[in-house]
Structures are given as C-alpha cells and as structure tokens.
C-alpha cells in the first residue's frame, strides 16, 4: 500500500468511518470494554485492508469485519474464557440480525443501561466481575467468596432477568 493515490486514501477513510461505529458497538456487545473494542476494531480493519477482499456490497465488508474482529477477540482470550466467547458471538449475531432491521443498537444499549440498574447488587457485582473483568467463574468465587455454583447460578439469573426485561423495553421476542 506504498503507492496510494488520493482516491484510494479517501475511500479507506470513507469505509472506516462508515463501519468503526457499528464494529466498536459489535464488540462492545460482546463483551469488550472500550479500550479492547478500540484495539480489535482497529486490527480488524487493518486485517480487512491488508487482505481486502473482493465483497458485494456494503453488508458482506461489515460482516466480514465482524467475522475479523470476532477472531481477534477469541485470540485475545485465554483457553478458558474461549467457550464463553463463543456463546456471547452467537447470542450477539442473533441480537444484532434482529436490532439491525427494527430498531439501532443504541437502543438496546439504553434498555440494557436501564436493565442493569434493577438488578440487585450481588448479580451486577457478579456480571461486573465475569463480563467487564474477564473472570473465570472460579475466579468470580474466589474473589466474592461464594461458591462456583452460586456465581454461576448467579449468572444464569441474572442473564434471564437481563434477557426478560430488554424484550420488555423493545417489545421483542429474542
């Protein structure tokens, strides 16, 4: 990419601004925290524009990118937390198909901000520790001092509250 004309330099800027928003809100989706969402994002375009693959249309480069960035993200994670990256990819492919169509993903960020205020201290304590963290469930226990089958209970619970009342907000069956 030594001999870049103008042209070229444009429609890189042109297709990163278009897309760094949607791939940052996908990652953060998926569990990153800002700064993780930032680095991924920008080696997912820096993988895409390396290789730039020949796609139709404006859909397969986004989701070529949320491919890219889902790699680097399952890269980043240690062996263990890999399983649960997996199931947070599937989960957020299903929720951004759905939100892409009816509603922005901003808005399933606010009913998701509201969602976790009602939620008791323990299960956010809980979320905080294992999604924004990145810890293990073990780890979770050592460090609240419950069991692991607690903070897994914990988990499950909160994600069906979670679940149950975004579908509230945006009146939708996910």
Known sequence: MGDMTETTKMDIESFVRSHQDGLRDYL???????SLADDIAQESFLVFLRRAPLLDGEGAAALYLRRCAFNLLRESHHSEARHQAILRHEAAETIWAR???DDSPSAYQEALKDCLQGLSSRMSETLSLHYRRGMSGPEVARASGRSESEVWTTLHRAR?????CINRKLNHDI
């Open 99 to 101: 939100f892409k169509l």
């Open 28 to 34: 953060l989706l998926l569990g990153c925290n800002e």
């Open 160 to 164: 069906e509250r979670l679940r149950s």
